[in-house]
């Protein structure tokens, strides 16, 4: 009991939870909203995202005894904001379930290693950059509509970034909130501390919706988030099986995606926050501050309809600059290991324009078509020789 009230411990998991929300909530509302979600709705998405993230990680941290965070697909949230654009909730649901089934049947199966051999890292990665970067795009516009506001964020992120601050993104948020506040453009007068309804939502499964909608995502949740997330466990000594992890996060998507849980990965960066030698000396006791996030997640579910409405109150570049701050260093590194490999440039920058593009054909986005073209000429110029020919 003496360790899991340990100061350490309780602020490692608060920091966790305040690092996940402020650099990505606002991309969930953007996704929820981009698929027509009511203010009901959105709210039963964080609360489908909050409840799931907190009992899943309390319930691995304590049955393993190892420092196990769950988190929602931050670029898959990402790319529904694209994807789900003129898209019925009903048939974003039926991608969501298609997408979680696919998970779990990685993880029983023990298919997830083969699964994402066929897909080079650099390809996952030069998708994920061509996925965010409209978000990047969106800064200097937002800087033109709401100059002081967007210039006070973004110096405290450039600051924050100088001194090698781990809450750059933080602070920035909360520099914007207060210089929102003070010029008059904040209105919380609006917000409803209440406990959250979940909304079921029907499913639909299209197709074409499946495809273009529910397979990228759950090639970027996996590529991009449960493979950082089985390395950042490695890198700190925990040596938990990776499968039965990862089949617990798809369940959980295919019972909750009808209330709002697009996706459920495992965490890479906020887990790293539990995982130092600040939060206890024995690794072995670091399990409790997880289970503090987890803790501290429900919360945040549980009251998933008053962080909506939190939301709503901020101006529309606030929100825009707060999502492109928090994803310039997840573009930056996916743009580097995607043209790190010499062999898989042309294949790379091929994923990246057409993903980038946004444009879709026969009804399924440019992220599934910047993957498969991107797959194929790797394949091809590897296996034939072609990269290595002098032109």
Known sequence: MKNFFSLPQISAGFVAILIGYSSAAAIVFQAARAAGGTPEQVGSWLWALGIAMGVMGIALSLYYRQPILIAWSTPGAALLVTSLQGVDMSQAVGAFIFCSALITLCGVTGWFDKIMKLVPQCLANAMLAGVLLRFALEIFPAFQSESLIVGAMTVLYILGKWRKSPFSVPLSFAIGIVTAFSLGKIDFSHITFAFTQPVWVTPEFDMSIMIGVGLPLFVVTMASQNVPGIAVLRAHGYNV?????????????????????????????????????????????????????????????????????????????????????????????SLNFAFAETDGREAAILTFVITASSASLFGIGAPFWGLIVGVVTYHLMNHTGLNKRVV
């Open 241 to 333: 099986a990776a499968s039965p992890l990862i089949s617990w996060t798809g369940l959980m998507g295919v019972l909750l995606s009808p209330f709002g849980g697009y996706a459920y990965n495992l965490a890479a960066i906020t887990a790293a926050v539990c995982m130092g030698e600040d939060v206890h000396k024995d690794p072995k006791k670091r399990y409790i501050s997880a289970v503090w996030a987890g803790i501290f997640y429900l919360f945040a579910g549980v009251f998933g309809v008053t962080v909506a409405s939190f939301f709503t109150s901020f101006p529309h570049a606030l929100v825009a600059a707060i999502a492109g701050l928090a994803l310039l260093g997840t573009i930056a590194n």
